[in-house]
């Protein structure tokens, strides 16, 4: 290669990488002129790590041997470097090559790492850039020679995740050999190390020691504010205000810039003027801060040039080692008394909880805070995302997820920076804490138009319902519904079941509840004799003692406390308390029963919430030490809590599921299939002819039914004659999708003359549409009978992915939408779900005599489906339409489908 051709090319291998410190690494192609940064590099490494990477003593590195090190092919030999700093100060810390030996599918590699930046992660990192490498250009096993006493490079092997193919132990040392293969065990290890490395890097913005406010001032502004903020929460640590005009702001020493201040900075806060940032993000750099909250706003959500403004930060921050959170956010607070840490310009500080809150609004940020604070919810964590430009919710959720001071997550967002990335995340999240999502953005303005069924039935917020219902996160329509939620989640149990109990003076109000909770498919069970015995020699003479119980407005604080202990033996999970205070002094006396009794709710796992009808404000109910009480203003209110506390109980007993791996598949076969395709037009899309889709779902263990494409009636009658009698003709055509709207479907054909004479109407149906032209022929088919008419469908999101469809097949598929979607890849029990997600599904179990349908076959065919488009890329749409669902044994057939494939872009 030229070395044009050089640098273009080879950027594709640049990478930023988080190492475990939490800290960022730029890892790129060694280019010519790094000579004399390897020299400078060489000379820095301590004696022992040059014997443990050449297995004898070097005193210098030469020039020539720079020379012959820095120039390469890029294909025989391929050398990757770890940078820091950028333009003077650009640094090489690692070094990690590969050279292919005399088998060309074999290479050996060799790391070296400076003494202070080893045991961070920098080589598995060279490791997997290298390994990416060699698999583009041929070579599928790496061998390492390793000295016995390399204990982390045969660690860094050994945990990668590579399988072990040969390990050879030598006199003078051990090599090992592996295959360098994209397994799942190769990404799991991946994902492993990322997580580690979010947890450290998040950790490093909640517990600074220092914190440097770039912008602070002695004028009102949110310089000013920073710093007060600071200040007036008692941040148990140093602050460094740097203005270069102020000497002091706000009674404490400021500095010019943060390369004068004397102390380490661990943390800086920025807020000056977009376009004077850059420079001042390359002094933070020099001076080794590691975490920037970067307030100031006129980056990518402006566009433009702010674009590359954004990149540029996100560049230098990268070449330091540096995380951003923001550009335009609010700040970040952590109220762990050891921190008390108000890093924002809020000017309310949250009380001191177990939630956590992520905002990708810097603008609710402020009421989300007051809000919290006015009923009584308090938050272990607050971090306003702005752009998320650096740091997003998926590493946010990976802190969450294992920080002690947290056991409830909120987030607000507006986007999801990697969908697949962050499903896997939420996904492993939610099996240990609570997730409450409000996701904006629901609809888009306008509609695509849609070439297939699954692509009609769509809409804007499917991919996000799917995401949210895969990974069992609670989703929220509104604030109000997430901070409802929140509320129970964080002060009672999980309730373990869908049994109710209403108490209620108002029997209207009892009525509303009992409505809404049905509604949500909660049980309220008649109540046992005893307590029903019990509550009628206790309550007033007109209560009703079923369920809702209805003690009338003359109830007692007393009664209602004995009330309460009847229920305590009840089989319930849950209770609500609904009161309307008759007279004003009762509101204490009743809110002293409740808080008195609650505790052995709590103690036998069931929550408690109330409603205190026809007051201005929630009251608060109970204290901290001893658990808070929900309590909400109406019914509806309390039933939707309830319902996604109840869900998350469900989320609990699902399990994770597995993505099966298919042995009976011709990939190959299929690839081949997809390329011919595409090879035979320049325009694109192009659909798949009936054969080709046979092939295709053959090479899957797909079954379709016996067919063939005929482009004359003459072709069309002996296809009939050899598949059997009765068949169907279906129109063939890459534009028309719905064949049954034009005419083009003709079943049930036991002759020849009647084959013949449907071709001629279906030629005759597109003749007074004008759409002839489009005929290319039709598909002849043998009839299937019986069985339950499915659709699987696939479309891609320009954001998530491939989306997978499932639901009532047919030619009402349109005008039912009984369907339900999921995002690729499926898991085993993703699969399991989909079959009872639509409506009708339980026609799968026979209906009014019909035999039950193999579901084990469809979960099979959603699963293949789904392997079939993680292996061919370029498959953009799917219709399955109808897949038959045969009796308990006898499978499933395709009856019809469509394909849409077009090119990967690179």
Known sequence: MTQSTDTLQLDRFNRTVALKDGSVLHLRPIMPDDEDRLMSFFLRLSGRTIYLRYHHVLTDLSREEAHQYSNIDYDNTFAVVGIQGEGADETIIGVGRYWRL?????????????????????????????????REHGIGVFEAEVLPENTDMIDVLQDSGFKQLDKITESHGWRGVYSIAHTPLVEQKSAERERVSSIASIRKFMFPRSIAVIGASNKPGIGNALVKDLIKNEYNGVIYPVNPKDEVVSSIKAYPSVLDIPGQVDLAIVAVA????????????????????????????????????EKKLLNTAGAYGMRIIGPNCLGIQNTNPTVN???????????????????????????????????NLGLSNFVSIGNGADVTGNELLQYWAEDPDTNLILLYLESFGNPRKFARIARETTLKKPVVIVKSGRSAVGARAAASHT?????????????????????????????????????????????VAILTNGGGAGIMAADALAAHGFQLPILSDKARSALKSLLPPKSSYMNPIDTTAAVSPDQY??????????????????????????????RGVIREMAPSFRAKGIPVLANFLGLESRLVVGSKEEGYVPTYVFPESTAHALTKAYEYNERLKRPLGNIPSFTNINKAGAEKVVQAALARTDKHPVWLDTGEIVELFSAYGIKFARSGVATTAHQAVKMADSIGYPVALKLFSSTISHKTDVGGVMLN???????????????????????????????????????????????????????????????????????????????????????????????????????????????????????????????QELDLNPLIAMPVGEGCVVADARISVSPISV
Not at 102 to 119: L, M, T
Not at 361 to 373: F, N, V
Not at 561 to 590: G, N
Request: overall charge negative.
């Open 274 to 309: 977009a376009e004077r940032i850059q420079p001042i993000i390359e002094e933070c750099g020099r001076k080794g801060v590691k975490s920037l909250v970067i307030i100031t706003a006129g980056f990518s959500e402006m566009g433009g040039e702010g674009i590359e403004r």
């Open 561 to 590: 406390r004995q009330a309460l202990k009847v229920l305590l033996e009840e089989d319930i999970d849950a209770l609500i308390i609904i009161y309307i205070p008759p007279m004003e002094f009762m509101i204490e006396l009743m």
């Open 749 to 875: 054909l036991d002759s020849a003359a009647e084959v013949k004479k449907a071709y001629a109407q279906i030629e005759q149906n597109l003749d007074k549409l004008s759409r002839r032209s489009e005929m290319q022929g039709v598909t002849v088919q043998r009839m299937l009978t019986g069985g339950v008419e499915l659709i699987v469908g696939v479309t891609e999101d320009k954001f998530f992915g491939p989306l997978i469809m499932f639901g009532l097949g047919g030619i009402y598929t349109e005008l039912f939408k009984d369907v339900d979607f999921r995002i690729h890849p499926l898991t085993d029990y993703d699969a399991h779900e989909m079959l009872a997600s639509f409506k009708a599904h339980k026609i799968l179990d026979g209906w009014r005599g019909a035999p039950p349908s193999d579901t084990a076959a469809i979960e099979d065919v959603l699963l293949r489906i789904s392997a079939m488009i993680e292996d061919i890329p370029e498959i």
């Open 455 to 499: 692509g009609a039935l769509a809409s804007d917020d499917t991919a996000t319902t799917a995401l949210i219902k895969q990974t069992g996160m609670l989703r929220c329509n509104t604030l109000e519904e997430l901070f409802d939620t929140a509320l129970l989640l964080s002060n009672q149990p999980i309730p373990k079941g869908n049994r």
């Open 341 to 375: 840490m108000n890093a924002s310009f809020a000017p309310i500080y949250p009380l001191h909880g177990k939630t956590a809150f992520g905002s990708q609004s810097g603008a609710l940020g402020g009421a989300i805070i007051s809000y919290a604070i006015q009923i």
């Open 102 to 134: 005399s088998q060309p599918n074999k290479a050996e590699i060799a790391f070296i790492v400076e003494d202070p930046h080893q045991r961070k992660g920098i080589g598995t990192h060279l490791l997997e850039l290298l390994a990416v490498a060699a």
